[in-house]
């Protein structure tokens, strides 16, 4: 089906291209009458203006970009990112703007990706995330001054706006509600060690454990799969003195991690107690549920791109701090038995 063309508005309504111009981009030139008439015209024929020309012509792509870098047969089973990016959809599509995604290997990849958009005038601004703490990334978006909003901590070698989550709070409040349950071995999971988020969380870990008097802290990294969650479940849990509680970082190796237990034979929760880093349907439909960290992922893609599109407008928001994660407590936890 041939797309409406303003030319064909204009022969409709007996007028000249330039009147249909002025019209549809709300300029003087034409009278109230001759303007009602257009817009109708317009939309009785489904016209509906041309992202692409308007990029040509210096105008806005009506489109905001999101470089992953992390393997792609990763994203399809991390509802992490499905989630968020449902949040950022949900607030850019009642805004009818774009999502652009792209899946990359690595940071030059990435950057090579950015750099690419904003060269052709793909993107109005770029969300980040998976923030390492030394990140090449931050030095090209300054460079291109493109607008963009940091999903984690505010940085000092920006200023760039960030979304971020209270990781200490919610870390701590998972090793405190373990303490208080009586164990006194708890291990962590933990993801990429160089994401700055990952080295927030074990640091938090690290000085809630010691401030409970529980000796060195146990910390074994990952790269957040369901494969690397087993692995280093196994290890955990073939020590002389095992712990008796493991905290995840995120939902999937915390149901790798029950399949690890029922395969070496430990009771969960009784020999073992579970706690997810994140929340999601994957923690309901294993046998014990898993006792997670719950906050609403959606609002937090949803206030991402509120921050990104406030930018883009030329305004300067502040960093916003989303609510700290909620212990939701199910089957998996509970008093460690008498060894």
């Known amino acids: 089906m041939k797309r409406p063309t303003i030319g064909e ?14 019209a549809l981009n709300g300029r003087p030139g034409v009278s109230p ?17 041309s992202v692409a020309a308007r990029s040509l012509s210096g105008s806005r792509a009506h489109s905001v970009g999101l470089v992953l870098a992390r393997p792609a047969d990763t994203l399809g089973v991390e509802p992490f990112f499905m989630r968020f990016i449902a949040g950022l959809e949900r607030e ?15 940071h030059d990849a990435a950057i090579e990706a950015m750099r690419l958009c904003w060269a052709e005038r793909r993107v109005d601004g770029m969300v980040v995330t998976d923030l390492w703490s ?22 000092g070698d920006t200023k760039l706006p960030a979304v971020q989550t209270d990781d200490s709070a919610a870390v701590v409040s998972a090793v405190d509600y373990l303490v208080a349950l009586g164990h006194r071995r708890i291990a962590r999971v933990a993801g990429l060690p160089v994401l700055h988020h990952t080295q927030v969380r074990i640091e938090a870990f690290r000085e809630a454990v010691l401030g409970h008097g529980l ?10 799969t369901w494969e690397e969650g087993a692995r280093a479940t196994r290890a955990l849990l073939s020590r002389r003195e095992r712990p008796t509680a493991i905290m995840y970082d995120n939902d999937l190796m915390a149901v790798a991690a029950l399949n690890v237990a029922q395969e070496m034979g430990v009771a969960v929760p009784g020999e073992l107690s579970i706690v ?7 923690c309901v439909l294993v046998r014990p549920a898993l006792t997670a960290l719950s906050w609403d992922i959606q609002a937090y893609g949803a206030h ?10 030329g ?16 089957g998996s936890t509970g008093s460690p038995r008498a060894s």
């Open 33 to 49: 009458e001759t303007r009602k008439r257009i817009l109708d015209i317009a939309n009785e024929i489904g016209w509906r203006p």
């Open 315 to 330: 305004r300067s928001p502040d960093s916003h701090r989303e609510r700290a994660a909620r212990l939701v407590v199910r």
């Open 276 to 282: 997810a880093g994140d929340d999601s349907q994957l």
């Open 134 to 155: 030394q990140d090449s990334r931050i030095a090209v978006l300054e460079e291109l001054q493109m607008p963009a909003v940091l999903v984690g901590r505010p940085r």
């Open 215 to 224: 000796g060195e802290p146990l910390v074994a990294e990952t790269d957040y």
């Open 304 to 313: 991402t791109a509120r921050v990104l599109l406030d930018v883009i407008d």
């Open 9 to 22: 508005i204009a022969t409709r309504a007996g007028v000249s291209i330039g009147a249909v111009s002025y």
């Open 92 to 106: 850019l599509s009642g805004r009818r703007i774009g999502l652009l995604l792209q899946i990359v290997e690595d």
